[in-house]
Protein backbone atom coordinates (compact mmCIF):
# COMPACT_ATOMS: atom_id res chain seq x y z
CA UNK A 1 0.00 0.00 0.00
CA UNK A 2 2.97 2.55 0.64
CA UNK A 3 4.04 1.92 -3.08
CA UNK A 4 0.33 2.85 -4.18
CA UNK A 5 -0.13 5.86 -2.05
CA UNK A 6 3.42 6.57 -3.40
CA UNK A 7 2.57 6.32 -6.56
CA UNK A 8 -0.36 8.55 -6.16
CA UNK A 9 1.63 11.66 -4.73
CA UNK A 10 4.07 10.88 -7.56
CA UNK A 11 1.26 11.21 -10.47
CA UNK A 12 -0.43 14.90 -8.55
CA UNK A 13 3.01 16.18 -8.16
CA UNK A 14 3.96 15.65 -11.72
CA UNK A 15 0.92 16.08 -14.09
CA UNK A 16 -1.32 19.00 -15.08
CA UNK A 17 -0.15 22.43 -15.74
CA UNK A 18 0.54 24.83 -12.95
CA UNK A 19 -2.30 27.68 -13.16
CA UNK A 20 -1.91 31.48 -11.99
CA UNK A 21 -3.12 31.19 -8.10
CA UNK A 22 -4.40 34.31 -6.30
CA UNK A 23 -6.25 34.96 -2.64
CA UNK A 24 -9.72 35.56 -4.54
CA UNK A 25 -8.79 32.22 -6.54
CA UNK A 26 -8.72 30.40 -2.82
CA UNK A 27 -11.57 31.99 -1.83
CA UNK A 28 -13.83 30.88 -4.62
CA UNK A 29 -12.48 27.51 -4.27
CA UNK A 30 -13.37 27.65 -0.42
CA UNK A 31 -16.63 28.78 -0.71
CA UNK A 32 -17.21 25.95 -3.76
CA UNK A 33 -16.43 23.46 -1.06
CA UNK A 34 -18.20 25.20 1.64
CA UNK A 35 -21.23 25.43 -0.01
CA UNK A 36 -21.29 21.63 -1.25
CA UNK A 37 -20.43 20.26 2.09
CA UNK A 38 -24.02 22.70 3.16
CA UNK A 39 -25.65 20.46 1.26
CA UNK A 40 -24.65 16.92 2.63
CA UNK A 41 -26.36 15.06 5.02
CA UNK A 42 -24.45 12.40 5.16
CA UNK A 43 -21.55 10.61 3.44
CA UNK A 44 -19.72 6.78 3.17
CA UNK A 45 -16.42 6.52 1.88
CA UNK A 46 -13.41 3.81 1.88
CA UNK A 47 -10.57 5.85 3.42
CA UNK A 48 -6.78 4.95 2.85
CA UNK A 49 -4.47 6.18 4.89
CA UNK A 50 -0.61 5.34 5.17
CA UNK A 51 1.27 6.69 7.33
CA UNK A 52 5.64 7.86 6.86
CA UNK A 53 6.29 9.50 9.96
CA UNK A 54 8.54 9.36 12.90
CA UNK A 55 6.00 8.11 15.31
CA UNK A 56 5.70 4.14 14.83
CA UNK A 57 2.15 4.02 16.25
CA UNK A 58 1.07 6.15 13.10
CA UNK A 59 3.10 4.21 10.45
CA UNK A 60 0.70 1.15 9.21
CA UNK A 61 -1.18 1.59 6.28
CA UNK A 62 -5.02 1.42 6.77
CA UNK A 63 -7.77 0.97 5.22
CA UNK A 64 -11.78 1.38 6.36
CA UNK A 65 -14.81 2.35 5.82
CA UNK A 66 -15.81 5.76 6.90
CA UNK A 67 -19.14 6.78 7.58
CA UNK A 68 -20.43 10.19 8.78
CA UNK A 69 -24.34 11.69 9.22
CA UNK A 70 -24.49 14.92 10.44
CA UNK A 71 -24.77 17.02 12.57
CA UNK A 72 -22.33 14.58 14.01
CA UNK A 73 -22.50 10.89 13.77
CA UNK A 74 -19.44 8.73 13.09
CA UNK A 75 -19.35 5.02 12.11
CA UNK A 76 -16.22 3.32 11.72
CA UNK A 77 -15.63 0.40 10.52
CA UNK A 78 -12.27 -1.23 9.60
CA UNK A 79 -11.29 -3.50 6.88
CA UNK A 80 -7.27 -3.45 7.58
CA UNK A 81 -5.59 -3.66 9.98
CA UNK A 82 -7.85 -5.24 12.90
CA UNK A 83 -10.62 -6.43 10.15
CA UNK A 84 -13.65 -6.30 11.67
CA UNK A 85 -13.31 -3.62 14.63
CA UNK A 86 -16.41 -0.90 14.76
CA UNK A 87 -15.77 2.61 16.24
CA UNK A 88 -19.23 4.73 16.99
CA UNK A 89 -19.39 7.92 17.91
CA UNK A 90 -21.09 9.98 19.98
CA UNK A 91 -22.61 7.98 22.50
CA UNK A 92 -25.19 10.29 24.63
CA UNK A 93 -22.52 10.85 27.06
CA UNK A 94 -20.31 11.59 24.08
CA UNK A 95 -18.07 9.09 24.38
CA UNK A 96 -17.09 6.19 21.45
CA UNK A 97 -18.22 2.61 21.62
CA UNK A 98 -15.39 0.21 20.60
CA UNK A 99 -16.31 -3.21 19.54
CA UNK A 100 -13.01 -5.55 19.12
CA UNK A 101 -12.14 -7.54 15.89
CA UNK A 102 -11.56 -11.47 16.60
CA UNK A 103 -11.79 -13.18 19.83
CA UNK A 104 -12.77 -10.17 21.54
CA UNK A 105 -15.51 -8.95 19.12
CA UNK A 106 -17.96 -9.85 22.25
CA UNK A 107 -17.13 -7.08 24.16
CA UNK A 108 -17.74 -3.35 23.91
CA UNK A 109 -15.09 -1.10 25.22
CA UNK A 110 -16.10 2.85 26.14
CA UNK A 111 -13.75 5.49 25.57
CA UNK A 112 -12.90 9.28 25.71
CA UNK A 113 -12.86 10.90 22.15
CA UNK A 114 -9.59 12.43 23.50
CA UNK A 115 -8.17 8.61 24.65
CA UNK A 116 -4.77 8.25 22.70
CA UNK A 117 -5.73 5.15 21.74
CA UNK A 118 -8.35 6.87 19.38
CA UNK A 119 -5.96 9.25 18.23
CA UNK A 120 -6.15 9.24 14.29
CA UNK A 121 -3.13 11.13 13.54
CA UNK A 122 -0.89 13.03 16.36
CA UNK A 123 -2.83 15.38 17.67
CA UNK A 124 -6.00 14.50 15.68
CA UNK A 125 -9.20 12.73 17.31
CA UNK A 126 -12.15 10.98 16.19
CA UNK A 127 -14.21 13.89 16.57
CA UNK A 128 -12.02 15.92 13.98
CA UNK A 129 -12.41 13.57 10.95
CA UNK A 130 -15.29 14.57 9.11
CA UNK A 131 -15.23 16.89 6.05
CA UNK A 132 -16.82 19.18 8.14
CA UNK A 133 -13.36 20.10 9.82
CA UNK A 134 -10.47 19.38 7.02
CA UNK A 135 -12.72 22.02 4.95
CA UNK A 136 -12.45 24.14 7.99
CA UNK A 137 -8.65 23.52 7.92
CA UNK A 138 -8.47 23.72 4.65
CA UNK A 139 -9.72 27.71 5.10
CA UNK A 140 -7.40 27.88 7.95
CA UNK A 141 -4.15 26.44 5.71
CA UNK A 142 -4.81 28.93 3.04
CA UNK A 143 -5.34 31.91 5.75
CA UNK A 144 -4.65 32.54 9.53
CA UNK A 145 -2.30 29.92 9.70
CA UNK A 146 -0.61 30.20 6.12
CA UNK A 147 2.76 29.97 5.97
CA UNK A 148 3.69 30.36 1.83
CA UNK A 149 4.69 28.45 -0.96
CA UNK A 150 1.17 28.23 -2.24
CA UNK A 151 1.25 26.25 -5.56
CA UNK A 152 -2.32 25.15 -7.53
CA UNK A 153 -2.37 22.72 -10.73
CA UNK A 154 -4.90 21.50 -12.28
CA UNK A 155 -4.84 17.43 -13.09
CA UNK A 156 -7.25 14.50 -13.39
CA UNK A 157 -10.61 16.62 -12.53
CA UNK A 158 -9.27 17.63 -9.69
CA UNK A 159 -7.61 20.77 -8.36
CA UNK A 160 -4.29 20.17 -6.32
CA UNK A 161 -2.90 22.99 -3.51
CA UNK A 162 0.40 22.36 -2.35
CA UNK A 163 1.26 24.71 0.75
CA UNK A 164 3.17 25.40 3.45
CA UNK A 165 0.95 25.92 7.11
CA UNK A 166 0.80 25.56 10.91
CA UNK A 167 -0.81 22.26 11.40
CA UNK A 168 -3.93 22.20 13.26
CA UNK A 169 -3.87 19.38 15.48
CA UNK A 170 -0.21 20.85 16.81
CA UNK A 171 0.24 23.98 16.55
CA UNK A 172 3.75 25.43 16.04
CA UNK A 173 4.58 22.57 13.75
CA UNK A 174 4.73 23.68 10.00
CA UNK A 175 3.55 21.31 7.72
CA UNK A 176 3.26 20.83 4.03
CA UNK A 177 0.29 19.70 2.95
CA UNK A 178 -1.27 18.32 -0.44
CA UNK A 179 -5.32 18.83 -1.38
CA UNK A 180 -6.87 17.32 -4.34
CA UNK A 181 -10.32 18.69 -4.51
CA UNK A 182 -12.88 16.90 -7.07
CA UNK A 183 -13.97 19.08 -9.65
CA UNK A 184 -17.34 18.07 -9.38
CA UNK A 185 -17.92 17.67 -6.17
CA UNK A 186 -16.36 20.59 -5.01
CA UNK A 187 -15.17 18.07 -2.16
CA UNK A 188 -11.97 16.97 -1.21
CA UNK A 189 -10.48 13.08 -1.89
CA UNK A 190 -6.82 13.78 -1.23
CA UNK A 191 -4.31 14.92 1.77
CA UNK A 192 -1.20 14.71 1.83
CA UNK A 193 1.11 15.66 4.93
CA UNK A 194 4.69 16.20 4.77
CA UNK A 195 7.30 17.49 6.89
CA UNK A 196 9.02 21.22 5.71
CA UNK A 197 11.92 19.80 4.13
CA UNK A 198 9.13 17.51 1.97
CA UNK A 199 9.89 13.85 3.70
CA UNK A 200 6.44 12.30 3.98
CA UNK A 201 4.44 12.08 7.04
CA UNK A 202 0.59 10.77 6.10
CA UNK A 203 -1.50 10.19 2.66
CA UNK A 204 -5.33 10.15 3.00
CA UNK A 205 -7.21 9.17 0.41
CA UNK A 206 -11.45 9.07 -0.14
CA UNK A 207 -12.19 6.77 -2.37
CA UNK A 208 -15.60 5.44 -3.81
CA UNK A 209 -17.33 8.30 -1.75
CA UNK A 210 -20.88 8.36 -2.02
CA UNK A 211 -22.97 11.29 -0.57
CA UNK A 212 -26.58 11.35 1.05
CA UNK A 213 -27.21 7.77 0.45
CA UNK A 214 -29.71 8.07 3.21
CA UNK A 215 -27.75 6.51 6.26
CA UNK A 216 -30.29 5.45 8.78
CA UNK A 217 -29.92 6.65 12.07
CA UNK A 218 -29.57 3.06 13.23
CA UNK A 219 -26.26 1.91 12.14
CA UNK A 220 -24.80 4.69 14.23
CA UNK A 221 -26.07 3.03 17.01
CA UNK A 222 -25.25 -0.78 18.77
CA UNK A 223 -28.20 -2.94 19.40
CA UNK A 224 -28.11 -2.75 22.96
CA UNK A 225 -29.45 0.80 23.36
CA UNK A 226 -28.03 0.68 27.39
CA UNK A 227 -24.46 1.47 25.21
CA UNK A 228 -25.94 4.02 23.86
Not at 12 to 25: F, K, M, Q, R, Y
Not at 42 to 48: C, G, K, M, N
Not at 184 to 210: A, I
Request: charged residues 25%; glycine residues 8%; hydrophobic residues 35%.
Amino acid sequence: MKTSALAILLTILSCGPAVGWSSADSEALLSRMETAYGQVQDYQTRLVITGFGRDRAFRSPQELIYRFKKPDRIRIDFIAPHAGMTLLYPTSGGEVLLRPSGWASSLTLRLHSRSSLLEISPGQHIDQTDYGVLIANIRHSLTDMFLGELDAKTTNGQTVLRVLSDNPFRRGSPTRYIFGIDDRLSLPVHVTEMEPDGRLRRTVDYRDLRINGGLSQTIFSYPDPRLD
